[in-house]
């Protein structure tokens, strides 16, 4: 949507061609509804399986197939996951909602879908390393409660995607094991953290994945990469089974190819969840902020070809002046009056609104997220899991083990955390940000 | 390090006893805790001056400090809730049970796992402020406790920091009388929630391989275990306890002695068990003391650089004792508390030092009181109550404060609690234990009765009960504290064991206050007559109780035996010039009998009496446990004569014995001038106590004597 320009594919977008292209959308059984009416499937990858599962002309192996085939022959390039499902697993998993289709019986929203997983959210069955050294080959005995709503839904995992240490960072070049490249060009990096998340579903080698967002780890490298990026409010997605960063601020997000895939991830995973005590309690809101009894973002899709030619009139936007301040990149300031005039086009009244405490948050996000972190990260002491360094003496055991398996970001934020949190600057720095933080609230 | 290791050992050589787990919990520590050059330095410079000095004057300075000093001690108490499940997760916990068998992803912290509030912890800990006196906070909220040890998975422990839940209380106590008596007031600075960390399991012998070995096939997540091997030692990790809700009380330092120490943690127990919230058990770590002690001058207001001390306050009067001890007799060989001292004279500079016993405490406050002040020797420290050695020794030296970075807790919504919530637990609470002293006092009980009754809930439940009955409050505690009390101890029972209910025992007081049956009753026992008769009343009294009995209400044996035990407690010390008495033993072949007729030979038979054995037939049933009777060690001092080569004997081995025929034979011996009868009685049909009770007053018996057995004999004697 946005005027910037964006660089050749390296890689061809359309790993389905000639499988679904130019299927129409048809009516479906009416023992399998799907919850939409005027929304083009075309527009959807995730609708456009389910229609295709569905009605027989694409089965969920077929589809495996194509992806894991993608995947295969794209991986050794753009080096986005730190660990892919063995293909068997994955394609018995299609395998059982074939079966399930065949025997007419329900099957979930998410049937057949493949998302992959950010490596800092815990999967039962495979590896979950949060791109640090410390946590090599561990393996949690439990899925995290967004993954577990996915596979619920009849989402099939494909893997767990590379990212910057314990999401600390923006470029995924600071993963202990491997740097991922932008599928749009090799030579640049995906952004990050959730830089994997981001070039996987921009090189097709899967539906849509995770990512977690604390300081922009969603939406920045959803922007390098050419997707859509979504990150929830605080709340709206359990944080459980998230490898803690800053608890305060870490956010389960989601890439698609599209805003509808996009959201319709987020309303798999979103709700409230037993198991995280910060997760809202409130019913989720629909984009035009009336409370929805229903909670479904995808009753909001509208087919393009069926809108207004001002669709969004009516409503007001307002323009951060501190965004397009001096100080900020020229290039970054005329994406923003693009996208500002691309509304305004659309039937928004665009509004200039003054955010004084905006230069706040930086500094304040420093703060708050490196003591948060250095807090965090203090399990991983090699005492219960993960890499452990051999020692004869208690805490030459601890210093050894943290001191080889986290990555230099991670030392200096733990660091500047410790320090922040110190007695003498705690004061100065933690409880100054975190009014800071109150009244950015 | 070496060498302060080599000198703890060398000075306290206890050390090494009773298990390695303490002496490798003190390897460890030494080991580990991260010690600067200088603190080495001052451990070895803490060596006694070597000045030698006479021991007069010793008990003059001595005596000198007991008075000019006066001791500051503040109690932290960490009370273990007993929740269903842990504070942050659903794990259940039972003390004792294997290590790692209760633990999940949340309680062992692994990487993703966030902790969910139990809300029963809030309603424990507003039940506990409430009952402390305290001023709750309604917006309070958790935070994070950071450091690293092998037993805290999260790397933090979830704590309560600058707003605790509870603040600002007073707990009252009634001191012992043996120690002076006394009421007192303490200040509770506050109390808040936190949680238990894990433990850990030091191997160094077999004691605790076999743990491990079940550690290893038992850790459920397949993770690496703590291994780790220095000096030959393994140190394992348990679990099971982490993340166990704890409340933890602090006191305000107002406390001066060691009786009030130890009165004021029982004084918490009971407030704890009163209110249901934890068992207090001191035993199973249920109810854990760290006593903080400073001394300082008298009339100083400032405190001392304070040491801590990790007491087991198991035994309360090994507690007194050592506390006693320390306060007033500082060379007590046994008192090995560590003092901190504060001088005067540095102005704000606090000069303080510790020393771990007594050949070091003496020159130390001599240097003190001679102004010269060895501050290079001060150090603060922790110190471990051992309970082998039942005193005191070096945990950890502290360098200074320890930084724990405390920040609010983001895993967790803030603690938000209602007034409609705290007025609903209010109005909940049971009767407390300093109100019920009061209530009792305003009976008109004396203090020792009051303690004794409101000190136990148990107890106390058992005495309102009994008054609630109708019962006479001054008759139901003197049985209470008395004959119950006695039995409660000589049979390891506790009260709510008894098989006299309150009820009955009202019942009981009240026949004996309306004159049915004396309390005097041992002056009547001259005339043997009585005896008859008054077994009579007894039974004839209580006819509903008896039919009740035969109906099979066996609570009601309590009742008998509380009836019978009174009407004869009186006998024995007023047969100074007896007359004959016919005392009946009633004899089966059960070990119970024999120590029924033992008791008879020794205690109650003189040469005048005769003694009859009185057996109720059912032998079919009996047969069987008659070898019990022959094996019997109870007997054998009576049996002494009868030794397997006295020819003359029944014969022992056949089966068939008539068992009637050996006791006859063991009491002739035992008492050769007292004539034995036997008496067989066919209980035809009817109850067999009922039986007993009838034939004794056809034979005008004096005195029965009925083993002791839980089933039917103690429905006649107890």
Redesign the interface.
Known sequence: MLSTIQPPRYLSRFPLRGRTKSRPFQSLSSAQPVTKTSFAADQSQILSIRDSLLNRHLSAVELAHSYLDRLKQTEPHINCFLHVSDPDKVLKQAQDIDDKIERNEEVGPLAGVLVAIKDN??TADMP?T?GSYI?EG?R???D?TAVKRLKDLGAIVVGKTNLDEFGMGSTTEASAFKVTANPWDLSRVPGGSSGGSAASVSARQCVVSLGSDTGGSVRQPASFCGVVGLKPTYGRVS??????Y???LDVIGCFGSSVADTGILLHAISGHD?????SSKRVKCSFNLKLAEVPDFTSQFTSASSLKSRPLEGLRVGLIRETVDAGVDSGVKSAIEGAATHLEQLGCVLKEVSLPSFSLGLPAYYILAS??S??N?????G???GN?AS?????A??EESRAKGFGSEVKMRILMG?YA???GY?DAY?KRA?QVSFLLQ | MASTLFRTIQIHPFLLYPTALFSRRNGVLYCTMKSSQTQTATQEKQQPPKVKVPQHALKKTVDKITKDYEAIIGIETHVQLSTLTKAFCSCPYNYGSQPNTSICPICMGLPGALPVLNSKVIEFAVKLGLALNCKLSLNSKFDRKQYFYPDLPKGYQISQFDIPIATGGYVDLDLPLEFGGGHRKFGITRVHMEEDAGKLLHSGNGDYSQEITSLTSIYIYCFDLLLIDTVGYLLQVDLNRAGVPLLEIVSEPDIRTGIEAAEYAAELQRVVRYLGISNGNMQEGSLRCDVNVSIRPVGQSEFGTKVNSLLKLDLWFNTSCRFKYHHSQGTDRRMHFSITFIEQSKSMELVEFSVSDTDNLIPYLQALLHGQGQSDQIVQETRLWEEGAQKTVTMRKKEGLSDYRYFPEPDLPEVILTQEYVDSISNSLPELPEVKRRRYEKMGLSMQDVLFLANDMNVAEYFDATLSSGADIKLAANWIMGDIAAYMKNEKLSINDIKLTPQELAELIASIKSGTISGKIGKEIADPVEIGKMIDKVISENPKQLEQYRGGKTKLQGFFSGQFRFDFAGLRPLMVTPPARKVMVVADPAPHSAAALQYALSHALLEQDELILLHVENTSSWKNTLTTFLKRPTIASAANAMTPNNSSGPDWGSTDVNFLDQMKYASEIAQPKIPVRIEKIDPDGKDKATVILSKSKDLGIDLIIIGQKRSLSSAILG
């Open positions: 959210i815990c979950s949060g946590l561990y949690p005995p439990f995290a944080r459980f089974g998230l490898m803690a800053a608890s305060s037993s198991l995280d005590a910060t003591s948060e250095s807090s990260l203090s399990r991983y002491d005492v219960r899991y452990q020692s004869d003496e208690l805490n055991l601890y410790t949190l110190s007695a705690y933690y975190q």
